[in-house]
């Protein structure tokens, strides 16, 4: 599975960001993961999706972010709200066949290359 995010950039702290993560095959039997890394800390899941459409959110964003997945369009969308300075990362998503790895793990089958999100106050 080939994935390419998008929809990153900068934005101002309080406001709304969603980003995009393509792929080349039908997601319908993969977990599905959004993860951000900076140059200070190690790789964190932020928000994952079973395939059943069940989805775990990292505290950090849990009640501002929305993670998605459209089997239709092969399109998994992660909506981020009240931006805060400390989102600033790299966002990668992620796909596993079948079950879901966790959002602390990081032993997923495929990775995109991500797209940095820079939030300023």
């Known amino acids: 599975v080939l994935l390419e995010e998008s929809g990153g950039g900068s934005a101002q702290a309080g406001t709304s960001l969603t980003l995009s993560c393509r792929t080349s095959?039908?997601?319908?039997?993969?977990?599905m993961g959004w993860f951000r890394q900076t140059p200070e800390k190690e790789r964190e899941g932020v928000a994952i999706?079973?395939?059943?459409?069940?989805?775990t959110y990292a505290d950090s964003v849990k009640g501002r972010s929305v993670i998605a997945v459209n089997n239709s369009k092969n399109l998994m969308t992660l909506q981020m709200n009240n931006l805060q300075p400390e989102d600033t990362a790299m966002y990668y998503c992620?796909?596993?066949?079948?079950?879901?790895?966790?959002?602390?793990?990081?032993?997923?089958?495929?990775w995109g290359q991500g797209t940095q999100v820079t939030v300023s106050s």
């Open positions: 992620a796909a596993h066949w079948a079950f879901c790895p966790g959002i602390s793990q990081l032993k997923w089958s495929f």
């Open positions: 095959n039908y997601i319908g039997n993969y977990c």
């Open positions: 999706i079973d395939a059943p459409g069940r989805a």
